[in-house]
């Protein structure tokens, strides 16, 4: 049985915290004084279902997780360590006349038996008022130690309401875990986010001053103190060292595995879109006054059953997906590609350079525009995070790039171009690394920026295909690009019509690779 309890009163500014309390059956040995509590944790999950055909990840076989563990330690919990409401290639869809943003995520995790998530940076990309909902629909327990809600009344805790009345998001947790021969204990908790989304309604506190102001109100009243993080792999060992009393770190925001130990904290980051999960095993030895953690990465494939109750959540959203792919003109099962090497959609590649992918999504947009003399991609359209496994379905290229937008064609003078591809350039690492046309090259120590091996023309017009993205002046480092700008020549009328490749790419590239496929 779970109660949960207050800690103490809020007041903004100080630690807020809340408690849970975990009984078991009544002892039947001798208290030993050591306890073992056990974290199931995900990370950056975007996918509601197992990807790869069905072979990998998937919020069900988490869900099979969590049960599997449960049955062993009765201490056993959920950890979402943030970014998970977006980006979804199903934010842009509808169901039951509002836009989804996450709702199909916080259902699926709710049903999985999701216990504690911070923030992520990417749950600020959705509106306030969408979030609101989202955190509103949550059956978990957030916890936002350096996150705050911004309001026109000031600066404020987020606030659940539901038919229980309102719970403000604590600074700081308490949990109170006792195992079946009596030992008793309190864990208290830590949520920091990374200050990277200024979202116009969140307002920031150094993540490293509170943690340490906080952990010193806990230590003395709980017998362990974890970190949940959404922070730069740094940040966190930045972290560690700050604040070297902390039991564990359960990170985020990487997507890649990661696993570290500074001093005595292990820093656990699972795979992300729920390919891998940390199960983490705290123990606590009360007489002792002490801790240890074995971390294990559990891979979650077709070895991992899928809980039939969230599945069945997973579908009914799979299937509200597919009615909104079909009006917008795809028919998300269709098999596209069946052979070939796996397409690299990985950020750390697409970011830093050109894969398969890229040259497949660059080729497609040229083939939609073939009057183009170049094309530009913004690296940060492409959301998959993760190599794309044979056969690609057109659900696979319409979650590769989940905000879609169409293709926009311009006519721009040479000199934007060139400081165009220079910003792109200097993007390295980032979102607005750009993708181009195959044709253009660039020459540090000869002629700069060519064209077909020709030097571009400052003063020459070229008719420019790109992401509609781009045109907004939105992406890193190009303010500058937008349709009010002087060496903008003219900006020609874009395609609404579903059977038009120009109208959004995602159909170009399925066009372009049943072609390819002939």
Known sequence: MKTRIPFYALVFALTLSSCKTVKTASPST??????TVTFVQINDVYEIAATQGGKIGGVARVATLKKEELAKNPNTFMVMAGDFLSPSVYNSLKFEGKRIRGRQMVESLNTAGLDFA???????DIKEDELQDRINESTFTWIASNTFHKTQSGVAPFIKTNSAGKESFPQTYILDVED???????????????????????????EFEVAEKLYHQL????????????????????????????????????????????????????????KSAYVNYLTIDVKNKSTSVVPELRMLDR????????????????????????????????????????????????????TNLTRIAVAAMEKAVPTADVVLLNSGSIRVDDIIQ??????????????????????????????????????VGSGGFLQYSSAVDYHPEKSGWT????AIDPKKTYHVALADFLMTGGEANMGFLNKDH?????????????????????????KYMVELGK
């Open 180 to 206: 079946q021969d009596g030992t008793k204990a309190k864990i208290g908790f830590i949520g920091l986010t990374l200050p990277f989304n200024k979202a116009e309604y969140v307002s920031y506190t150094d």
């Open 303 to 354: 070895s991992t059953a899928q809980d039939p109750a969230t599945a069945l959540i997973v579908k009914k959203w799979m299937d509200i997906g597919d009615t909104n792919f079909a009006a917008l003109g795809f028919n998300a099962q269709r098999i596209i590609r069946d052979e070939g090497e796996p397409l690299d959609g990985r950020e750390e590649m697409i970011r830093s350079g050109k």
């Open 30 to 35: 001798t208290d030993d004084g050591k306890i």
């Open 118 to 124: 911070v923030f992520g940076n990417h749950e600020f």
């Open 451 to 454: 064209l077909k091996e020709v």
């Open 219 to 274: 230590k003395d009243s709980c017998d362990a103190v974890v970190a949940i993080t959404h922070l730069a792999v740094a940040e966190d060992h930045i972290l560690a060292q700050r604040v070297p009393g902390l039991s564990l770190i359960m990170g985020g925001h990487e997507h890649d595995m990661q696993f570290k130990k500074v001093g005595n904290i292990y820093i656990t980051k699972a795979h992300a879109n729920a």
């Open 390 to 427: 044979m056969p690609v379905t057109e659900y696979d290229i319409i979650r590769t790039l989940p905000y879609g937008g169409s293709i926009m064609e311009v006519d721009m003078k040479g000199s934007l171009l060139i400081q165009v591809l220079e910003a792109g350039r200097n993007n």
């Open 486 to 510: 002087p060496d903008i020549i003219k900006i020609y009328p874009t395609s609404t019509s579903v059977t038009d490749p120009r109208s959004d790419s995602r159909l170009a590239i399925i």
